[in-house]
């Protein structure tokens, strides 16, 4: 038997950590023999992971999931605990926690791989916290025999007592991305757009209807629309809003499908940076796209766009280079 003796974290604050993030989804009954004198899981919900990828040939949409709070009950005489998942999805469980009244304390780990763990269970656990996330794919997140990820209970013999597995759920669509780039420049201080670019990198065209809003300082030119080949483009539409507090808005909208390996451009200004910019300004300038509820849309990540980095730092002092 296998005693909890470490407080590690309140109980509360480790299931908030738990729900933070996560949905909760449904898993098939147990599938496998069951053994009345083990533990088992409570209920057929539980927070977990999500990611979504695409099948093979871009037909459908895959959501996947990996539970990372499970409630267990009937736990007298401890046991362990199974977690397997596809590696491709989820980087595994790098910490399994198990919380017993108000005691919680990582589980020793007794087997391990990219794809499995196996954790003694420890006699009075009542639940489960994982520590494990979905993995990055994009922009190859077309994949082929995905395989669900599931959790295991197995008695102080090894005999299976519970079994949930986390089915994929499969939606038939057109899969597409959007990725977006903005050259910026500093125009009396302040940082604004000079261009935005919208690229299609597929499989299907950007729909019609997508849209970006811009917002910039109130020190551009009219936005001016261009497509790849340079000639009047009705592929996107650029509406100019009346500026509010010195800062305007723009409402870039695909009024026609870009193909992919397309891409259309904004021009706003042909000026060039004349100043550095200043100093904590009111407002920082931005591309945001709308998005929609849509599972053809790839989780590209690069749908926005801001003129600073990382840490909040301006992305160039705008100043020119040094010359010899």
């Known amino acids: 038997m296998h005693d909890l003796s470490a407080l590690v974290v309140s109980r509360r604050t480790l299931l908030q950590w738990a ?19 083990g533990p088992s899981f409570s209920g057929a919900r539980f927070p977990a992971a999500m990611t979504q990828v695409y099948d093979a040939n ?61 954790a003694l269970l420890p006699a009075g656990v009542t639940s489960l916290v994982v520590h494990a996330k979905a993995q990055r794919l994009y922009p190859n997140e077309n994949l082929s025999d995905v395989t669900p990820s599931l959790a295991r209970l197995l008695t102080p013999e090894r005999a299976i007592s519970d079994e949930r597995v986390f089915e994929v759920s499969e939606t038939a669509c057109n899969p597409w991305s959007v990725e977006s780039s903005v050259d910026w420049v500093s125009l009396s201080g302040a940082v604004a757009p000079a261009r935005v670019v919208l690229s299609s990198p597929g499989p299907g065209p950007v729909p019609t209807g997508t849209a970006f809003v811009l917002t910039a300082p109130d020190v551009l030119d009219d936005a001016v629309v261009l497509d790849r080949h340079q ?94």
Do not use: C
């Not at 539409?237 to 509010?244: D, L, V």
């Not at 990382?310 to 002092?317: Q, R, Y």
């Open 19 to 37: 729900s933070a993030g996560a949905a909760v989804v449904m898993t098939t009954q147990p599938s496998a023999p069951s053994s009345t004198s």
């Open 58 to 118: 871009w037909t459908k949409q895959i959501a996947a999931s990996f539970p990372v709070n499970l409630r267990i009950r009937n736990n007298r005489a401890g046991g362990l605990v199974v977690f397997e998942w596809d590696p491709r999805l989820f980087a595994g469980p790098e910490t399994v926690l198990g919380i017993a009244g108000n005691v919680v304390q990582p589980l020793t780990v007794a087997a391990q791989s990219d794809h499995a763990m196996e």
């Open 231 to 324: 000639n009047a483009s009705t592929a996107v539409t650029a509406q100019r809003k009346k500026p509010k507090a010195q800062q305007a808005e723009y409402v870039l909208t695909i009024a026609e499908p870009i193909p992919a390996g397309e891409w259309v451009q904004v021009i706003l200004t042909n000026k060039s940076s004349d100043s550095a910019p200043a100093s904590n300004p009111s407002a920082v300038p931005r591309l945001v796209m709308n998005r929609k509820v849509d599972p053809g849309l790839r989780e590209s990540g690069r749908w926005d766009a801001f003129p600073l980095t990382t840490s909040g730092t301006n992305l160039s002092s705008y100043e020119a280079a040094p010359t010899a």
